[in-house]
């Protein structure tokens, strides 16, 4: 089974650095739990008797082996307080329909694709399918077709933000309309 750190921003698994120890969360000790949840910084904690911090956390002297010494909790590699706290995310951008007057062709239609922002997903496979690269966060993607009056022809379904917009056009149904 493999281990993951639950530090935000910690990419150490216990596949890829076998070198580091993994410790438990404290969950029978109340205060220092409390500590620790503070340390960590994230709400989204996932609590479980598998939720575990990596050693590089931790001063090198206060490990010994798979073992904390008593009351022990990390120290090093810590979360700015405004991350963990709360991820800057841009604003949402309104749509804006505009409205074309004096069009050559009644065959044209315009499209508009939107990203709209979203938080970070506590699921892993939802987090890896609504992160879009471009805009380097967790969004959905919506596609807008507009005719040449300025009226909305299409709003498609939300899609995750991973899809290519290749995809997006392909399964939001323009397509189909345009023909």
């Keep these: 089974m493999v281990t993951f750190c639950v530090f935000p921003g910690c990419s150490n698994r216990s596949n890829r650095k076998k070198d580091l120890s993994y410790y438990r969360l404290p969950l029978k000790d109340k205060k220092l739990f409390q500590i620790w949840i503070h340390k960590i910084g994230r709400k989204n904690l996932p609590l479980n008797g598998n939720s575990r911090a990596c050693s590089e956390h931790f001063e090198p002297n206060s490990a010994r082996g798979r073992y904390l010494l008593p009351g022990e909790y990390p120290t090093l590699k810590l979360p700015e307080k405004a991350k963990a706290e709360k991820q800057h995310r841009p604003p949402i951008k309104r749509v804006t329909v505009p409205l074309h007057e004096n069009h050559d062709s009644a065959d044209h239609h315009s499209e508009e694709q939107r990203e709209i922002f979203v938080d970070v997903p506590s699921l892993p496979l939802i987090q890896q399918m609504t992160f879009s690269s471009y805009k380097n966060?967790?969004?959905?993607?919506?596609?807008i077709g507009i005719s040449p009056g300025g009226v909305v022809t299409l709003v498609s379904k939300l899609f995750p933000g991973a899809i290519s917009d290749?995809?997006?056009t392909l399964k939001s149904g323009l397509?189909?309309?345009?023909?």
């Design 175 to 179: 397509l189909e309309l345009l023909e």
């Design 166 to 168: 290749k995809q997006l």
């Design 137 to 143: 966060h967790n969004t959905y993607k919506v596609l």
